[in-house]
């Protein structure tokens, strides 16, 4: 399972919105499980089908997050016209098998959040919890 807050789904399907028709991207972060943090960062392939993240910039995300004791928990990208579901460049491309993957899906104008696990090409969904008020839990 995933947990995430509400203000950070709201912000991720805000940046797919944005961005669209090119895919949204950026990094999911926070502590003990929970993703606390969104970062947005650049499609540098300015593509509506595939992203890439600017190695400078991934770089100094990462470095961000560990000032502000925080860790990188998913990668997230947006669908502009599919499913939330990863493609098989998606699934060719996801090595790190330690974090998740998150897809926001814009097709027909809907709104669809989907987590995945990706290891060794299997992919397996994770069920997203979203959490509404982070004091409920701590």
Do not use: W
Not at 43 to 68: M, T
Not at 105 to 123: A, C, H, M, P, T
């Amino acid at each position: 399972m995933i947990r995430i807050t509400r203000n950070v789904a709201d912000d991720i399907i805000g940046h797919a919105k944005k961005d669209t028709p090119v895919e949204a991207c950026g990094y999911l972060a926070g502590k003990n499980g929970i993703i606390t943090k969104s970062y947005r960062m650049s499609n540098i392939d300015n593509s509506p089908e595939h992203f890439s993240f600017d190695p400078k910039e991934q770089f100094e995300v990462i470095k961000q997050a560990r000032s502000e004791g925080l860790e990188i928990i998913a990668n997230y990208h947006s669908h502009p016209v599919t499913p939330a579901r990863p493609s098989q460049q998606d699934i060719k491309l996801a090595y790190d098998p330690d974090i998740s993957y998150v897809i926001i899906s814009l097709e027909g104008g809907r709104e669809d959040i989907k987590s995945f696990s990706i290891k060794n090409s299997e992919v397996k969904t994770q069920e997203i919890k979203i959490i509404n008020d982070l004091n409920q839990i701590l």
